[in-house]
């Protein structure tokens, strides 16, 4: 039976990941003497077939982002926070373990909430250095002998970047939940992400990438039977 990789929709406005299908135009210039544009990136198939593998993951949603100011810092009790907000004029706050990350501004991304069972759950999620989980809306499931990996685009402006990821099959179980898979999101510039635009890449790998182990043979050094 053929590996299935399953994407499942945790809420209406989800976008599940798409397959990126690269096409040649025509190039139409039969009519020009010297002047050709044949050699284009997409007829070469390495470049082709580098670029359909995975899937492409979507913006759910039309948003402006900023890049964050954070601190992090380790309070005993929840009372200290209202003289921290004093010290520091950061009035959004999140408890991540066994620390406390205060972001401005937070209004950006505090607007983005969504219902699952009745009640409002933010969208992202800041998680240190600048950085948010960006909850998709929609989970997915692999082979048990393969691994999710979370890479960023070929072509990206400087106004964000997704950081990569890999995960397991096994791990994934606990996004089959309705808040739905996250990405690691850190925006650098002020910019309007619209919906449907592209985020980045989804590659599914065997197991056995993992593992592989390399072997450097020098110039002039020939394989004996043995080493073969």
């Given at each position: 039976m053929?590996?299935?990789?399953i994407f499942s929709k945790k809420a209406a406005w989800a976008i599940p990941?798409?397959?990126e299908h690269v096409t040649v135009q025509p190039s139409h210039d039969e009519d020009f003497r010297w002047i050709k544009q044949r050699r284009v990136k997409g007829a070469c198939w390495p470049y082709r077939a580098a670029r359909e593998i995975g899937w492409t993951i979507l913006s759910p949603i039309d948003v402006e982002i900023y890049p964050a100011t954070e601190i992090q810092i380790g309070a005993e009790h929840a009372e200290e926070i209202p003289h921290i907000q004093h010290l520091t004029g950061i009035h959004y706050w999140q408890r991540?373990?066994?620390?406390?990350?205060?972001v401005k501004p937070s209004g950006w991304f505090q607007l983005h909430q969504f219902k699952?069972?009745?009640?409002?759950?933010q969208m992202?999620?800041?998680?240190?250095?600048g950085?948010?989980?960006w909850r998709m809306g929609w989970s997915v499931q692999i082979p048990n002998d393969h691994v999710l990996l979370f890479q960023p685009l070929e072509h990206t402006d400087n106004s964000y970047i997704i950081h990569p990821g890999l995960l397991t099959a096994q791990s994934l179980d606990r996004f089959h939940s309705g808040l739905g898979l996250p990405i690691a999101f850190e925006p650098r510039q002020n910019k309007v992400i619209k919906r449907s635009d592209?985020?980045?890449?989804?590659?599914?790998?065997?197991k056995s990438a993992l593992s592989l182990r390399e072997q450097v043979i020098e110039a002039g050094h020939s394989v004996t039977g043995e080493e073969q």
């Open positions: 053929q590996p299935e990789v990941p798409v397959k991540r373990e066994d620390i406390y990350l205060g699952v069972d009745n009640n409002w759950h992202f999620i800041p998680n240190g250095e950085t948010f989980e592209p985020l980045a890449k989804m590659l599914v790998l065997h």
